[in-house]
């Protein structure tokens, strides 16, 4: 049973470029969660799509983020016009409900802007 | 705004030297508390759900309990692998989890 799978791993991007983050969930799970960990800081929720459908977007900053779970592939989540500050940890979770049902992380893309 | 504190932020333990690592919240609803467990370079493995005051659950060395403001997370004759960092998180909508920053375990052999 494969578990969350985010790739890549690692990613550098130099400043004004842009950063592709992809996450295939759990088999069966529906509901894709990403959060972002910045260096020091603890995990901050950004986004929860289901397919095809965004359905909180309040932690993900307004300009050059943006978020999509299609109906066929991966949940992306597209960062354009990278800066230093955007270097972190992102992490992708999934649940196969939105209630009372724990996420399951994967292990994470971590992105380096020079 | 919710609200999760997670004290010591680092704890050193000796092998078998049972403590306990707390989480303090303040959340207009809770639906549910989760406790994670984060290995350096990974992301957060999970490991309890509480969603009442007065519950309890149990895993091996650990065992997770509830009150109305806090939770704790005691760990039980500890050993080197149970090293960690261990996130508290609160629900009250819909799995968009708040988590504290974690207390980073240290047990030395």
């Known amino acids: 049973n494969a578990g969350v799978m985010q790739n890549p791993r690692h990613l550098v991007r130099r400043r004004g470029q842009e950063a592709r983050l992809r996450c295939s969930p759990v088999k069966g799970h529906s509901h894709v969660y990403w959060y972002r960990q910045l260096p020091e800081e603890g995990l901050k929720f950004m986004v929860y799509?289901?397919?095809?459908?965004?359905?909180?977007e309040s932690g993900m900053p307004k300009e050059r983020f943006s978020a999509e779970f299609p109906k066929e592939g991966p949940s992306i989540l597209r960062i354009q016009q990278v800066v230093r500050g955007d270097s972190a940890a992102y992490f992708c979770?999934?649940?196969?409900?939105?209630?009372?049902?724990?996420?399951?992380f994967g292990n994470g893309t971590r992105l380096t802007v020079t | 705004e919710d609200q999760v504190t997670q004290s010591p932020e680092a704890l050193r333990l000796q092998e078998g030297e049972s403590s306990s690592l707390n989480c303090s919240y303040t959340?207009?609803?809770?639906?549910?508390l989760f406790w994670y467990r984060q290995d350096p370079g990974k992301g957060p493995e999970f490991l309890f759900t509480l969603y009442s005051a007065g519950e309890e659950k149990e895993k091996e060395r650990l065992k997770a309990t509830l009150t109305k403001k806090e939770s704790f997370l005691h760990i039980t004759a500890p050993k080197p692998e149970d090293s960690a960092t261990y996130l508290c998180?609160?629900?009250?909508?819909?799995?968009?989890?708040?988590f504290g920053g974690g207390t980073r375990l240290m047990v030395k052999p």
């Open positions: 959340v207009s609803g809770l639906r549910g």
């Open positions: 799509l289901q397919k095809e459908n965004i359905i909180d």
């Open positions: 979770a999934s649940s196969p409900r939105d209630v009372g049902s724990p996420l399951h």
């Open positions: 998180a609160v629900d009250n909508a819909g799995n968009m989890l708040t």
